[in-house]
Nanobody, 123 residues
Framework: QVQLVESGGGLVQSGGSLRLSCAAS????????MGWFRQSPGKEREFVAT????????DYADSVKGRFTISRDNAKNTVDLQMNSLKPEDTAVYYC????????????????WGQGTQVTVSS
């Protein structure tokens, strides 16, 4: 089992920045690729970014590429999502997730999930 707890969400104006953090406990964190997803009301959960377990290879959704950065610290068992140039359409609940497979964008490929943190971007 891997337990994931997100933090760092909040309300920010359009163009602003937020940094989300996800703390992991349980099984060896470094064995898992980590991902961030988001879900807004009435929409399906969508992929945002993912990072591999070792050298930290990353992949991003086109909608956030160049604005968001995913990073991880295996010594601290954390994965962060730095979000810059935020837009109202980034408003959603953001979830941290862990997968034993690399470079997966489908939610069903992730075995463990956090409870989510709300991000609201005002125009």
């Amino acid at each position: 089992q891997v337990q994931l707890v997100e933090s760092g969400g909040g309300l920010v104006q359009s163009g602003g920045s937020l940094r989300l953090s996800c703390a992991a406990s349980g099984r060896t964190f470094s064995n898992y690729a980590m991902g961030w997803f988001r879900q807004s009301p009435g929409k399906e959960r969508e992929f945002v970014a993912t990072i591999s377990w070792g050298v930290g290879s990353t992949d991003y959704a086109d909608s956030v590429k160049g604005r968001f950065t995913i990073s991880r610290d295996n010594a601290k068992n954390t994965v962060d999502l730095q979000m810059n140039s935020l837009k109202p359409e980034d408003t959603a609940v953001y979830y941290c997730a862990a997968s034993s497979k690399w470079r997966k964008v489908a939610p069903e490929e992730y075995e463990y999930w956090g409870q989510g943190t709300q991000v609201t971007v005002s125009s």
